[in-house]
């Protein structure tokens, strides 16, 4: 089987990330897609983030009931994930990966990865690594920036999708945060 680890702070998790992941799940060779709730990202601040038992359970409560309106395709193959709270802090996607990869040794890993994280993968820990032995799957936010990744893309040794037909979700954790704080809906 086939699964894309889509990792996040999820702070808070929004319907772009969820349709994203369902959207990967039905118009992708992904079998599923499993919503990584990282503890700790060395490149985000901590200071803004929520508790991490909060954000694992309003993640699980979201997608608990989307699957139970099941309106949503793809939906049924997306799940979360607590793997990185078993493992050393700060949270890295290449050591993820490979204790993923120890065990699951029946699924074949993939990232899923939003382009705000294309444009810094080198300042990813082993990001060669990772580019050399997973597929990565690129989700582009609108037409910004596309030739070039588009350009880098094809100049790859490694298996690089760009989601081109993935729909647009114009909504960032960054955004609600600060609107939940300016009490907005």
């Known amino acids: 089987m086939l699964v894309a680890i889509y990792g996040g702070s999820f702070n808070p998790l929004h319907y772009g990330h969820t ?8 118009h992708t060779e992904v079998d599923e897609v499993w919503l990584m709730v990282t503890p700790n990202n ?4 901590k200071g803004i983030l929520a508790d991490e038992q909060e954000r694992l ?13 099941n309106n949503i395709i793809g939906i049924a193959r997306v799940r979360v994930s607590d793997f990185e709270f078993g493992l050393p802090r700060p949270s890295y996607t290449a050591n993820t990966l490979r204790e993923l990869q120890k065990a699951y040794p029946e699924h074949r890993f993939a990232l ?4 705000d994280n294309w444009n810094i993968r080198k300042r990813w820990r082993e990001w060669d690594r990772i580019e050399a032995h997973y597929p990565i799957y690129v989700y ?3 037409n910004e920036g596309m030739d070039d990744i588009e350009r880098e893309i094809q100049g790859a040794d490694s298996e690089i999708h760009l989601l081109k037909g993935a729909p647009l979700f114009d909504v960032s954790s960054t955004q609600l ?3 939940q704080k300016a009490n907005k809906d």
């Open 112 to 115: 899923l990865i939003g382009q």
């Open 140 to 142: 582009p936010r609108g």
């Open 57 to 69: 359970q309003q993640a699980r409560q979201e997608i608990e009931r989307l699957q139970a309106e």
């Open 177 to 179: 945060r600060e609107q």
């Open 42 to 45: 060395p490149l985000k601040d």
């Open 19 to 26: 349709g994203l992941a369902a959207w990967v799940a039905e």
